[in-house]
């Protein structure tokens, strides 16, 4: 948008200066405007194509490109006022991620294959939190399901901001052992599913125009072989890499897509409670888990919300781990 200042000495130049600042404001605050600023104009009109600027013009030019409408930096971890969707949310490391965002302020739609005892205790914590909260049971590899709980979700909470992709399906077998069944129970619900679910959240954030984040929960399969984890650790490796496609399409819309690593886990450890101590594994897992802690799904839901926050604002396309240090050994 090209906006040329008044030129000096005109009568209400005054006007014209101030008028110009709340346009300025304006347009900071509500889009991801490039706003040039052009000076002194020769016709003297604040906008319009019929600026053409001075031979001996002093051009300056300023971007402002805001970061996503309504982020509050004065509270960078703050997700207030944020509508968020977990996958595979209602027990263990789901609800430890939808726990987290509500924590931080969201309010978070669970989904899982079917409603029950945990997806009513997951929903009983958020509202605990003063959040607000709904189930959707969907099965996420199937698309006509899908778009069905994306258009429930959007009807319930008017817009989504956070997506957090979570299931898996399928079971570890070696891969002599290893069914076509198996194969696409993995790849459908661990990849697949979180292809679909993406998808629809990416449309009505483009749609919403302000920006979202997108995070995946893959894992230190993804990244290294363990026996029996072929269909699983192929899954997990592609929801890396799909991870970081969505990042690079999804940016210019303010989409920012992360994937985090959990590694050695303990799944029952309680939201909200004293983490595990350091070295509390023992001495035979220190040489694989350098911090000798497994993980909880508290650490992990903490993780998702920092990369859900305004403070992650820079981070798009990584792979996280959140694994005590196991990635960065040798193995
Ligand atoms: N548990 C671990 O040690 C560990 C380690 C690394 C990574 N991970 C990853 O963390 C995530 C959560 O793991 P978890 O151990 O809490 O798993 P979990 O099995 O306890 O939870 C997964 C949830 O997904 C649901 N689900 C399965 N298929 C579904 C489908 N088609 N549609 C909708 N929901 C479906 C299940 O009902 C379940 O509630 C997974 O992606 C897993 O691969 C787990």
Redesign the pocket.
């Known amino acids: 948008m090209g906006v040329c200042l008044p030129q000096y000495g005109e009568p209400d130049l005054g006007r014209r200066f101030l008028l110009y600042i709340v346009l300025c404001m304006i347009i900071y605050e509500y889009s991801y405007a490039t706003l040039t600023i052009q000076g002194p104009a020769g016709d003297g009109y604040l906008f319009g194509p019929g600026c053409p600027g001075s031979a001996a013009a002093l051009a300056i030019k300023l971007t402002l490109t805001a970061v996503n409408k309504g982020d509050d930096m004065s509270d960078p971890h703050s997700l207030i006022g944020k509508k968020a969707l977990v996958?595979?949310?209602?027990?263990?490391?789901?609800r430890g991620i939808a726990l987290a965002l509500a924590e931080a302020g969201a309010d978070v739609g669970i989904?899982?294959?079917?409603a029950d005892a945990?997806g009513e205790t997951t929903q009983a914590l958020i509202r605990q939190m003063g959040r607000e909260t709904d189930f959707y049971a969907?099965?996420?590899?199937d698309v006509n399901q899908v778009e069905e709980m994306f258009q429930a979700f959007l009807m319930r909470f008017g817009r989504i901001d956070i997506l957090v992709n979570?299931?898996?399906?399928g079971t570890g077998q070696s891969f002599l052992e290893l069914t076509e069944k198996n194969w696409d129970l993995n790849l459908?619900?661990?990849l697949k599913?979180f292809f679909l679910c993406s998808q629809q959240a990416a449309r009505a954030m483009v749609e919403q125009g302000d920006g979202g984040s997108i995070v995946s929960?893959?894992?230190?399969?993804g990244m290294r072989a363990w026996k029996t984890d072929a269909a699983?650790g192929a899954a997990?490796a592609g929801v890396i890499r799909l991870t970081k496609s969505m990042a690079v399409d999804l940016a210019e819309h303010g989409i920012r897509c992360n994937a985090i690593?959990?590694?050695?886990?303990d799944?029952d450890h309680l939201f909200n409670t004293t983490p595990p101590k350091i070295g509390i594994l023992g001495e035979q897992h220190r040489q694989k888990v350098p911090l000798c802690r497994p993980g909880t799904?508290e650490d992990?839901g903490r993780a998702a919300t920092f990369l859900c926050s305004p403070a992650a604002g820079c981070i798009t396309g990584v792979a996280l781990p959140v694994d005590g240090g196991l990635l960065a050994t040798s193995g």
């Open positions: 996958t595979g949310g209602k027990r263990r490391i789901g989904n899982d294959l079917q945990d969907a099965d996420i590899s979570n299931p898996y399906a459908d619900v661990g599913g929960t893959s894992s230190v399969h699983y997990k690593l959990p590694g050695y886990m799944t799904p992990i």
